[in-house]
């Protein structure tokens, strides 16, 4: 008995901790400021968007004509699609494009590499980089959809704020269904924490569906060398390079506009496949602080559940577990409930108290297979 007494103590205080982080990144982001350049400047950045595709046919079309709609100058940008391997009309549809829009290029990946890497994106990422004219790199997803002033707040938030790295918002287009709810609850908690961390310089985050980097700096922090045989990362692993390259040159376009969604995931499978594969590079960070907060977070929820199996066989121990998760899910409400505003998606609120059990299982079983378990991702299996 006494040792379980200890351990809602220690759960307490890991709780308690946690609330003490949550209400940090609540103070972070209540601060943030939209970026509205009142200067009319001339646009001067020219950017290679880089997008790697693997069968992406029902997508890659839309995705492009998303970006040439963008209203900046179509003399200053270029895009060019990596075609991962792909078995469908993906690269039919990106040559399409090319004969309609000079600035649309295509480059093979089956020409260039065998299939036995462990990180195509990255590998493609780079291939593409070598090919590409301009001086700023941005990176998306085949399956985004990408707003007409991206390309703008980016020019100006670079020339403003002269930062050699960018991450900027991104947000899962939301049905009414139980598991599309639910990722975007989850995945607008990620972003909070994103624009919060990074504008206040606590920890990087970002994700590589909404990024800009400078193409020297790239160079100059050896790309993906050393993280070159993790599959996924191709993000946030450069962006923790990049700051201990440059520390007080990273930046968050924190705007409304430059918002790119994307579908989230159609099934649970798909979705834990996912949430897996961003989990399986965690232990790559050499960010201390980013690290402890992850730790922290997994080993919370883990002291949650073996609360619960406690319960099985000492029910009393049930009115501590409800206080617990009561408790946490009541101190992230106002965060979440901020965050919502910013993607417009109050409505969804409703369903956060209820979908806190949910989110404290796939936390321990993401973590953990992320770590010791391996997953499929475009028709690959990948340890």
Known sequence: M??????IYFTAALLIIYLLLINLYLFWFSRLKQFNPKENLKPLTCFSI??????????IGACIQSILNNNYPKELFEIIVADDFSNDATPAIVE???????????VTLSKIIDQNINSYKKRAIEICIA???????????????IPKQ???????????????????????ICEKTFLSVFQCLDFISLQGITAASVSAGFHSMCNGANLAYNKKVFYEVDGFKNADHIASGDDMLLMHKVKAKHPSSIGYLFNQSAIVTTAAMPDWSSFINQRIRWASKATNYKEPKIFSVLLLVYFMNLSFLILFILCCFNPPLFYYLLVFILTKALFELPFMYAVSKFYSLQRIMIWFVL????HIAYMII???????GSYKWKGRKVK
């Open 2 to 7: 006494q040792v379980i007494t200890y351990f």
């Open 50 to 59: 880089i997008i790697s595709a693997r069968n992406e046919a029902e997508n």
């Open 96 to 106: 399409s494009l090319m004969q309609q829009h000079s600035n649309v290029k295509l």
């Open 131 to 145: 090919q590409s004219r301009f001086d700023w790199i941005v990176t998306t997803d085949a399956d985004c959809n």
């Open 150 to 172: 991206w390309l703008s707040l980016f020019d100006a938030f670079i020339q403003i704020n002269k930062t050699v790295f960018v991450a900027a918002p991104v947000m899962f």
């Open 355 to 358: 979908m806190q059990p949910f």
């Open 366 to 372: 993401s973590g953990w297979l992320g770590k010791f």
